[in-house]
């Protein structure tokens, strides 16, 4: 099974079903397979073919989708990358995973002119105006009538996506077809309810895993997919209402920013029947409020990995059941919690989670790190990939995220888990947001550090915080200090970078 496969049997059933929206543009599927294969063709003459990597630092929009099908229906692998990068994060994504080919914006050329030295000679393609030394896009699709070769059964790499980076360099992680179909054909219709007749609307960048599981699950379902080139929450509540939107896929920051809109009329999404999230915990009383607003709807979070995709969910009836969990692994993915020794741990005991489903690449894991062998091999063990995550599981099989092993603060013997720490601090009105990491200490080894962001016109002390922690958790688990900071460090996927808060709370723990 491949991705154009797909693409070309809904062509085939559902020829005139719309398939994609972007602005006052829409495709069918049959004018949709069309521009694909010709672009296909295109991207050959060109010297495209099985195993070449073609890098996408596009917007969201109808050129970003037609090129990662073309790019499979040629065999070759596409590199997604957000268009939130810096110069310097660009040119090491294309230093890393060596395309033949860099798909770009004509608004990004000064971009790519500052590390063009970095770049070197690979072919690029140019969407919007015409740049010097680019192939124009629109020139490339136009049909040729040449039929495409068969894609060797042994070209099944697919995508290379890029881990967050949050704790050192970014690794591309090899994605092939069945990890795609699979996931987002089978199993998220299976956990989920979503089906063909399902109308999403993508709110995060198509580079980015939540945006790209929409689309995906569009070319595997026979669904239709509504893009939006960038986030506005006015926007997100008028493209719902226009274009019927059944589904809609968010991180928790975009539930927040759209709540003022519902709350002020609630019935502009009538069509709503799903919403899905993923990222950061959906806060209780944000879940309680959309639940009052939007009756009707059904609300699934998930837990998910780059290498691994999704691993568990928690369904809508479970929201307030078990609040704190990222709920159960989805039938059919395996999950243990070992200690360091590799054994297994006792029940709600926490453990380093390890997740497996068959031969990597097979199925819904990742076939391995790109050009990385030594990672790799540490992290995939016997098909189980370490994610460095630590939790504990209850009786009934839910799932808790401690912390990241790496994160995890060892102070005077005592294991300090930081989302604990996060989550206590998070109760207090006045603080928007909070990272915790560990620091040196000459007496503990290691202590707790935060850093807390206030909510405008906000006044807290360190001391109400330490206290506050005290009251909620084990005395030991408390921060020793407390830095106010006006926003956070994040990553161009918005993940706070905990290894450059480490660096700062050295500096001011050294000062």
């Not at 004509?106 to 690979?122: F, I, K, P």
């Not at 309810?193 to 939540?210: C, K, Q, S, Y």
């Not at 550090?449 to 006044?459: I, N």
């Amino acid at each position: 099974m491949r991705l154009e496969d797909f693409l070309a049997a809904h062509a085939q059933r559902t020829p005139d079903k719309t398939v994609l929206v972007a602005g006052e543009r829409r495709l069918n599927f049959a004018e949709l397979l069309t521009s694909t294969q010709a672009l296909a063709s295109g991207l050959r003459r060109c010297g495209v073919g099985p195993g070449d990597r073609m890098l996408v630092y596009l917007p969201n929009g109808i050129e970003f989708v037609e090129l990662l099908l073309a790019a499979s229906a040629l065999g070759a692998i596409s590199v997604p990358v957000n268009m939130r990068l810096t110069p310097k994060e660009l040119a090491y994504f294309a230093q890393d995973s060596q395309p033949s080919v860099i798909a770009f914006h004509s608004n990004t050329r000064d971009a790519l002119r500052q590390v063009d030295a970095e770049l070197g000679a690979v072919k690029r393609v140019v969407v919007g105006d015409t740049v010097e030394g680019a192939l124009a896009y629109d020139e490339l699709r136009k049909p040729s009538g040449e039929p495409l070769p068969e894609v060797p059964l042994s070209a099944q790499d697919c995508m290379i996506l890029y881990t967050s980076g949050t704790t050192g360099k970014p690794k591309g992680a090899l994605i092939t077809q069945a990890n795609c179909i699979i996931q987002n054909g089978f199993l998220n219709a299976f956990d989920w309810g979503i089906t063909a007749e399902d109308r999403f609307l993508v709110t995060t960048p198509l580079a980015h895993r939540t945006g790209l599981g929409r689309m995906l699950n569009t070319v595997c379902m026979g669904a239709t997919l509504v893009l939006m080139d960038r986030f506005n929450a006015e926007r997100t509540i008028e493209l719902v209402e226009r274009e019927r939107i059944t589904a809609l896929g968010m991180v928790t920051t975009v539930a927040r920013m759209l709540l003022p809109l519902l709350q002020k009329d609630p019935g502009r999404c009538a069509s709503l029947r799903h919403i899905i999230v993923t990222g950061e915990a959906f806060p209780v009383e944000l879940k309680r409020q959309v639940f009052e607003l939007l009756p009707h709807v059904r609300l699934c979070s998930y837990f998910a990995m780059t290498e691994v995709g999704s691993v568990t969910s928690l369904s809508h009836e479970e929201q307030f059941t078990h609040p704190a969990s990222v709920g159960r692994p989805t039938p059919g993915i395996q999950v243990k919690l070992v200690d360091d020794a590799g054994k297994t741990v006792a029940t709600g005991e926490p453990g380093e989670m390890l997740v497996r489903t068959g031969v990597p690449g097979s199925f819904t894991t990742m076939r391995g790190y790109y050009n990385r062998t030594e990672e790799t091999a540490a992290t995939i063990v016997d098909g189980w990939v370490r994610t460095g995550d630590m939790a504990r599981m209850d009786a009934d099989g839910y799932l808790y995220i401690v912390d990241r092993k790496k994160d995890m603060v060892l102070s005077g013997g005592y294991n300090v888990y930081t989302k604990e720490v996060e989550h206590a601090l998070l109760e207090l009105p006045a603080v928007a947001d909070v990272a915790v990491v560990g620091v040196a200490d000459e007496v503990y080894g290691e202590a707790v550090a935060a850093f807390v962001e206030l909510h405008p016109g906000q006044k807290l002390t360190a001391e109400a915080l330490i206290e506050h922690c005290k009251s909620r958790i084990a005395s030991y688990k408390k921060p020793k200090h407390v830095h106010f900071v006006d926003t956070l460090p994040r990553n161009s996927l918005g993940k706070v970078l905990k290894v450059e808060l480490r660096k700062l709370a050295t500096a001011k723990s050294e000062a």
